[in-house]
């Protein structure tokens, strides 16, 4: 079992900018990858963007060229920086961390509300 602990999110003017960190309870040395979804009022849990174990990065198109997806790995930490944001990328955002077997972890989530 893994917990894992977001930061707080929080408000912020259209073309701000945003770091979110997902904390471990342990090491992650059997998790593969590590990631950012986010849930719109009335929409479903969509990927922001996934990190695998060698570093290599996916992002939704919504997040490219404005969000950073990076991992510490001494720490167990994974982080979203999000830069330029807009009002669409107001969500609960939802740290993941999948199992090398397959079993997906999920934080709290934590909400980040854009105003313009």
């Known amino acids: 079992q893994v917990q894992l602990v977001e930061s707080r999110g929080g408000l912020v003017q259209a073309g701000g900018s945003l770091r979110l960190s997902c904390a471990t309870s342990?090491?992650?040395?059997?998790?593969?990858?590590r990631g950012w979804y986010r849930q719109a009022p009335g929409k479903q849990r969509d990927l922001v963007a996934i990190?695998?174990?060698?570093?290599?990065?996916t992002y939704a198109d919504s997040a490219k060229g404005r969000f950073t997806i990076s991992r510490d790995n001494a720490n167990n930490t994974v982080y979203l920086q999000m830069n330029s944001l807009k009002p669409e990328d107001t969500a609960v955002y939802y740290c993941n961390a999948r199992h090398r077997l397959g079993m997906p972890y999920w934080g709290q989530g934590t909400q980040v509300t854009v105003f313009s």
């Open positions: 342990r090491s992650t040395f059997d998790i593969n990858v």
């Open positions: 990190i695998n174990s060698g570093g290599s990065t």
